[in-house]
């Protein structure tokens, strides 16, 4: 069956473009771009197999690397459902699973029961991870071979750093040798360890534990030693502060299989947003500087910094109404990734291609993953959304089952109106 997508406003990441045009959709892929005789093409099409998208922007669907969803362990702050309900109304048409779950995801089975609890519950393409060690306690390493049969797409330990440079020189071998992505999270575990907010006047002035942007720099620079060392494909699922970049850079220009991703909330808040100790603004790592935040915005646009992720990370209202020391980090982002990117586009700090290579393209190629795309031949993973239709967030009308956003009562640009996951709608009137 054919459905066609007329009328629309085409973004295009991998072009770079923005033009007026249609999409031809057929058995759950893209089968062809149109451009020119629009009208005369509709009216091929039989009643009831177009959709008119009303000069309305037409995306390659998100792919979201880095998102949490509770299960197996707490399926009360998110169920695949929830999370797959969640994504469908962000524009997200493949989540990316932490394996940070309270059982870790480990072993073939638990990634068996999640890979089947996704495609039972979920509107939308799931792709998981693998942690990187046994339980994530940093001493045995995974069977990486048998868990990539299984079908983990990347490794990680998330926020559990492996201290022993021995034991991850050993895991980052055998990974290159299965040709495996590996994940970290680069900061100091020493020097990060009970902070809650980023050192600074701000932090002085509140009377918080804090943690220096070094602690970023120093894991990036040891990674960044581990990885020319082993050669192993290697991503940074959140770079957050300038004094980070240069060893990016450096790793790049030096040839290592080296990305990087930076959240949504790095990119469009900053450790004043803290207020008077509002937990829903506490994440990991703390927010920084708006200096650090404009460096993030520009090496995205630059290039240097290659995934936008929203670091979905729920958290149920027992955890989050603590005081700011003790209070649990993280905030939900499924929903509100898009209308926060849409804050820089709005702002004429990336354009619509440049914030959906970031956040569509390159996470799907860093992935080995076909979505991503909007060419001929790719999978009809798209969304379609107004950029510029204006909303107050109301967090407890997000579909996540754990409210804890930071954006509750904001101002906001950016709605979207249809969600198709292989050419089928999953969300939208």
Do not use: W
């Not at 995306?59 to 695949?80: L, Q, T, W």
């Not at 220096?212 to 894991?219: G, Y």
């Not at 409210?403 to 509750?408: E, H, L, Q, S």
């Amino acid at each position: 069956m054919s459905t066609l997508l007329s009328n629309a406003r085409l973004i295009d990441p991998e072009a770079g473009t923005e033009i007026v045009g249609s999409v031809k959709i057929e058995n759950g892929v893209i089968a062809e771009i149109l451009t020119q005789d629009l009208d005369k093409i509709v009216k091929t099409f039989p009643a009831g197999k177009v959709i008119d998208c009303q000069g309305m922007c037409l995306a390659p669907g998100i792919v979201d690397i880095g998102v949490k969803v509770s299960e197996p362990g707490e399926r009360h702050k998110e169920s695949f459902k929830s999370a797959g309900a969640a994504a469908a109304a962000g524009g997200v048409t493949t989540i990316v699973t932490r394996p940070d779950t309270l059982n870790a995801i480990d072993t073939p089975e638990v990634l068996e029961f999640v890979t089947r609890r996704a495609a039972q519950d979920a509107l939308v393409n799931v792709a998981h991870m693998s942690a990187l060690t046994r339980g994530r306690q940093g001493r045995e390493m995974v069977e990486v071979g048998f868990m990539k049969d299984a079908g983990a797409v990347a490794f990680t330990d998330c926020d559990h750093i492996i201290t022993d440079n021995k034991i991850v020189g050993r895991c980052y071998t055998y990974a290159r040798s299965l040709n495996a992505l590996v994940i970290g999270h680069p900061q100091d575990p020493a020097l990060s360890k009970g902070a809650a907010v980023t050192s600074g006047k701000f932090a002085s002035l509140r009377g918080l534990p804090a943690v220096s942007p070094m602690a970023e720099r120093m894991a990036l620079d040891r990674d960044m030693t581990l990885v020319e060392m082993t050669g192993v494909k290697y991503h940074a699922d959140q770079i957050t502060t300038a004094r980070a970049l240069p060893a990016l850079e450096r790793a790049k220009a030096n040839g290592l299989d080296v990305t990087a991703g930076v959240s949504i909330h790095h990119l469009t808040l900053n450790e004043f947003d803290l207020g008077d100790y509002r937990t829903f603004f506490k994440v990991k790592p703390p927010l920084r500087s708006e200096d650090d935040r404009i460096a993030m915005v520009e090496a995205v646009a630059s290039g240097l910094i290659d995934v936008i992720s929203s670091m979905h990370t729920p958290q149920d209202e027992e955890s989050k109404r603590l005081p700011f020391e003790e209070a649990a980090s993280g905030a939900v982002a499924l929903e509100t990734l898009l209308p926060a990117a849409m804050r820089l586009y709005h702002a004429g700090m990336l354009s619509l291609p440049q914030l959906f290579a970031a956040m569509a393209l390159n996470p799907a190629r860093r992935l080995g993953l076909a979505s991503g795309r909007l060419a001929k031949g790719a999978p009809a993973d798209l969304v379609l959304f107004d950029p510029d239709a204006p909303f107050v967030l109301d967090r407890f009308k997000l579909k996540s089952k754990s409210k804890n956003t930071p954006f509750d009562g904001q101002r906001m640009q950016g709605k979207v109106l249809k969600t198709f996951v292989a050419g089928t709608q999953v969300y939208g009137d």
